[in-house]
C-alpha cells in the first residue's frame, strides 16, 4: 500500500477524533443557572483547547515523519493502527479530566487516565517511527541520515516526559495537571518558534 | 508541508464540525406530544441551517485563500490547528441558541456564547490569513498583489462585525441575535451574487 | 475552486452523515430484558439500513453528475452546501421513525419529517444540477448533450415522488412508510439492474 | 466512477466508525467512584481495542483488494455500500458486549449481534471481492491470476469462521467470546507476521 492511503486514513482519524472533543463540552443547565455554569465549565474549555492543540501538533510530525517514509508493510500499518486508535482514544480521558477536575475525590483518577493515554501515544508514536527508521526499513532511498536520527532525537523524550509527569500525579494531582499543561504549552513553542531553526522538529 | 495535507485535513474538521450539528437537534418527546415538538423545536432548525451555511462558506473562503499559499511552516500550521480548534467548537454554541432562545433568562448567556464564538473564529481567521499575506512570507510568487488586498480587505470587517452584535447582545437579546442572522445571509448574499463580480471574495 | 475539493468535502459529509446513524441504533435494556429489547428495535436497524442505502445511492449520483462538471462558482458552491445541509439532516428524522412508527399516536409526525426531508433533499439535488446545466453553465466543453438530458431526466422525478409519498402519510401512515421503503428499493434496483444498460444513470 | 473516489469514501466510513468506537467507552461515576468505575469498564477498552484493530485489519484488507481492482460499475457500487453499512454498524454491538459482558443474563445476547455483525460483514466483503473478480469482471488487466486466487483463498473462511464462532455462543457464551477474542489475535498475527511471506494476504 502507498502512503498515502495511510496519510489520508490517518488524516480522517485526526480529523475526527480531534472534532469530537466539542461532544465532551456542555451543560444541563437551563434558565438563570446557564450563565454561571457556562463560567463553572471553564475547565472544559481548557481541555478541549488542550487535546485539540496537542492531536493537531501531533498530526504535523505524524506528517513529517511520513514524509521520510517511502513504502509500508503489513507489520507497519498494523503498529500505525494501534497508534491511531491511541490517538481515537484521546477525547475520552479529555472528558475524564473535564468533568472532574473540580471534584478532589475524581480527579487524580481522571488525571491518571489522561496521564496513562498520552503515554502509551507518545510510546506508540515512537515504535511506528522506529519501526519504520531503524536500519532504514521503510525510509525513502534518499533520507538525510542527520534529518533521521534529529526525528529520533526529538520524539525519544516524549514518553518519559508523560510517564514522569503521570507518576507526578500519583503524588500530587494539581502539580501533575500543571505539568501535563507545561507539556502541551512548550510542544506549542517548540514547534512554532524553535521548530523554524529545525525543519523536521518535534515531539 | 504542502498545502494539500493542510487542505485535507481541513476539509475533514469541516466536514464532521458541520455534520455534528445535527446531533443538537432532537426532541424527547414521544406519543401524542411529538408533532407539536417538532414544531416547537424550529430554532434548532434555524440554528441548524444558520450554523452549517456558515461554515459552509468558511470552508469555501478557506480555500479561496489556500489557493494564494504556496507552502507552509510550523508557525502557519500551528494558528490553523487553533483556527480550526473554533471552527470545531461552533457546534456547542449553536446548541446553546437553539435550545435556550425561547427563554428568556438564559436567552442571553447563549447568544453571548455563540458571538464570542464566532468572534474569536474570525479574528483567527484573520491572523492565519495575515500571518501568510503580510510580507507575503507564503504565498505563490505569481499571487496578483491586487487579489492579495481584495482578500485582506473582504476579511478584515468580520471580527468587528461579530464582536458588535456581540455587543448589542449585552443591550437586547432579540436585537442581537437577529444581527447574527443578518450576517449570515449577508455572507449569503455577498457569496452568491456579490461574489461573482469579485473571484476571490469574502469574509 | 476546482471540482475535486467539493467532491472531497461533499465525500467527507455523505460518509460521516451515514455514519452517524449508527447512533439512532440502540437500547437502554440491560439484564433479561436486552434479548427481546434487540428483537423489537428492528426498525432501527431498517431505518438504518433504508438510509444507510439512500445515502450512498445519492453519493453514487452526485459523483455521476459531478463528472460533467468542468469548473465551479461561488452560487455553485453555496447551493452544494445547502443539498449538503439537507444530506446531513437524514439521521434526524431517520431517528424520528426508528423510534416511533410503532405507536400509531406518534408515527405520523416522524414519518411526515422523514417524508419532507427526503423531498427537500431531492428538490436541492435538482436544483443543483439545473443550475450547473441549464445553459451548460458549468458542465464540460465534451460533456455529450444526450447524456446530460439523460440525468435531467432521470432527476426531475425525484422530487415528486418523495412529495407524492410524503402527502400518502397524511392519509394512512402505514401505506406512506410503505412508499418510502419501495423508492428506496426501486432506485437500489434503477441503480444496479437498470442502471447498467444507461449508464449516467438515476436519481 | 474512478476507484479513487470509492476508495475516499470507504476510507471516510473506516475512519468515522472506528473513531466512534471511543463514545461506547465511558461511565457516569463520579467522586470517589470513579477510580474503581474506571477499573471495572476494562471490558469497554477491550472492546474498543479488538473492534478498533479489527476495523483497521478489514481496512487495509479492503485496499489490498481495491489495488486489483480496474474500474467500477454501480452494481460493485452498491454492493460496497452495503458492504461499508455493515463496517459502520460494527459499533453498536461493539459496545452491546462490552456493557453487557459481565452479565449472565444479558452476555448472550450482546454476543450474539457482534457474532451476527461480524458474520455479515465477512460475508459482504466476499460478495464484494467475488463480484469483482468472479470471470475477472472489474480486475485490471495485468492482475496476475495467482495473486487474485490467493486473495479469495484467504478470504472465503471468514464467514465460516465467524459463523462457528455465533454459533458457540449459543452454547456457551464464554467460550465463543474467547474465540472472538482469538479471530481478532489471529488475524492481527497472519497481517503482520505471516502476511509478510504472503504480500496479497489476508481475511
Same mark, same amino acid.
Not at 6 to 34: P, Q, S, W
Given at each position: 500500500m502507498s502512503t498515502s492511503r495511510l496519510e489520508a486514513f490517518a488524516d480522517g482519524i485526526f480529523a475526527i477524533a480531534a472534532t469530537l472533543l466539542i461532544l465532551n463540552v456542555g451543560t444541563d443547565a437551563t434558565g438563570r443557572d446557564l450563565g454561571p455554569a457556562l463560567l463553572h465549565a471553564w475547565p472544559s474549555y481548557v481541555a478541549y483547547a488542550v487535546s485539540f492543540v496537542t492531536m493537531g501538533i501531533i498530526w504535523a510530525n505524524h506528517h513529517t515523519f511520513m514524509h521520510q517514509i517511502e513504502h509500508t508493510d503489513r507489520t507497519f500499518l498494523l503498529l500505525s493502527v494501534v497508534f491511531l486508535m491511541a490517538i481515537a482514544f484521546i477525547p475520552f480521558p479529555t472528558r475524564l479530566v473535564a468533568e472532574n477536575i473540580q471534584d478532589p475525590d475524581a480527579a487524580r483518577a481522571a488525571a491518571l487516565a489522561y496521564g496513562i493515554t498520552l503515554t502509551f501515544t507518545a510510546v506508540m508514536f515512537n515504535v511506528v517511527w522506529l519501526y519504520a527508521s531503524v536500519g532504514r526499513? &521503510? &525510509?525513502? @532511498? +534518499? @533520507? +538525510?541520515p542527520k534529518t533521521v536520527s534529529g526525528i529520533t532525537r526529538s520524539y525519544l523524550p516524549g514518553p518519559w516526559i508523560y510517564l514522569a509527569a503521570t507518576l507526578v500525579v500519583l503524588v500530587n494531582v494539581a502539580v501533575g495537571v500543571v505539568l501535563f499543561l507545561a507539556i502541551s504549552a512548550f510542544y506549542v513553542l517548540e514547534s512554532s518558534v524553535f521548530g523554524r531553526r529545525e525543519p523536521p522538529s518535534s515531539r
Amino acid at each position: 500500500m502507498s502512503t498515502s492511503r495511510l496519510e489520508a486514513f490517518a488524516d480522517g482519524i485526526f480529523a475526527i477524533a480531534a472534532t469530537l472533543l466539542i461532544l465532551n463540552v456542555g451543560t444541563d443547565a437551563t434558565g438563570r443557572d446557564l450563565g454561571p455554569a457556562l463560567l463553572h465549565a471553564w475547565p472544559s474549555y481548557v481541555a478541549y483547547a488542550v487535546s485539540f492543540v496537542t492531536m493537531g501538533i501531533i498530526w504535523a510530525n505524524h506528517h513529517t515523519f511520513m514524509h521520510q517514509i517511502e513504502h509500508t508493510d503489513r507489520t507497519f500499518l498494523l503498529l500505525s493502527v494501534v497508534f491511531l486508535m491511541a490517538i481515537a482514544f484521546i477525547p475520552f480521558p479529555t472528558r475524564l479530566v473535564a468533568e472532574n477536575i473540580q471534584d478532589p475525590d475524581a480527579a487524580r483518577a481522571a488525571a491518571l487516565a489522561y496521564g496513562i493515554t498520552l503515554t502509551f501515544t507518545a510510546v506508540m508514536f515512537n515504535v511506528v517511527w522506529l519501526y519504520a527508521s531503524v536500519g532504514r526499513r &521503510l &525510509l525513502n @532511498a +534518499d @533520507a +538525510d541520515p542527520k534529518t533521521v536520527s534529529g526525528i529520533t532525537r526529538s520524539y525519544l523524550p516524549g514518553p518519559w516526559i508523560y510517564l514522569a509527569a503521570t507518576l507526578v500525579v500519583l503524588v500530587n494531582v494539581a502539580v501533575g495537571v500543571v505539568l501535563f499543561l507545561a507539556i502541551s504549552a512548550f510542544y506549542v513553542l517548540e514547534s512554532s518558534v524553535f521548530g523554524r531553526r529545525e525543519p523536521p522538529s518535534s515531539r
